[in-house]
């Protein structure tokens, strides 16, 4: 099932369920989730201050970028800046409330629902080095826990896993933490929902 058809079918899913309590808590109010949050990266060496910014379709697929810097707490880490970039993908929530399998709390099942998986490239700065001088890639799960009962506000987030340089994929040699390392984002981030009608959009042009 594509994405655009999957976000039709949860719409007309809404519309039939609307007299019913909201199981989704305000996640189908609109299409595209905003998620915009501020906090710090755990590394091996030190925090840096961290802010990310995440776009996902009917809050179950979407994109993410995030900056870190070391100066924010002065530590010293492995790299000095950080940049990600990259897709993330969230399947409980569709499997979760199309099949009506809520637990009647609402941060639970909001919780729940926001594990998932991420995949990214990584752009960082080791000390004494240009910015962007270290390419490589990230996998992570994420999870996040509303401190609202609903979809809109704001959220505690967490988000970790381990980070590989180019140099070490290709040469499975690891000389230090520039190399591989693991970190743990941690943020609080306001979410917003927006009806941006992406569906009705791609019916219209048939």
């Known amino acids: 099932m594509s994405v655009a058809a999957m976000g039709a079918f949860a719409l007309s899913a809404a519309d039939i369920r ?11 109010e609109g299409d595209l989730t905003l998620a915009v949050g501020l906090g710090g990266a755990l590394t091996p060496r ?75 490239a990584v752009f960082a700065q080791p000390a004494g080095t240009a910015f962007g001088s270290q390419p490589g890639l990230e996998a992570a799960l994420g999870v996040e826990m509303p401190i609202l009962d609903r979809a809109m506000g704001p959220w505690v987030a967490l988000h970790g896993g381990l980070r590989w340089s180019d140099a070490e994929l290709a040469s499975r040699i690891v000389r230090d933490d520039n190399d591989r390392s693991a970190f743990l984002l941690v943020t609080l981030a306001w979410h917003l929902v927006e009806a941006t009608h992406l569906v009705d959009l791609g019916d219209e042009s048939r």
Do not use: H, K, N
């Not at 609307?18 to 189908?28: F, K, L, M, Q, W």
């Not at 409980?92 to 809520?102: K, P, S, T």
């Open 18 to 28: 609307a007299e019913s309590p909201d199981t989704t808590y305000g996640r189908v």
């Open 46 to 120: 030190g925090v840096r201050g961290a802010g990310e910014l995440r776009l996902r379709y009917m809050d179950s697929a979407g994109i993410y970028a995030s900056y870190e810097d070391s100066s924010v707490f002065r530590a010293a880490t492995e790299s000095r800046d950080v940049v990600c970039a990259g897709i993330e993908v969230r399947p409980l929530f569709f499997y979760r409330w199309l099949r009506g399998r809520e637990t009647q709390w609402p941060r639970l099942d909001l919780l729940i629902d926001s594990i998932g998986l991420e995949l990214g």
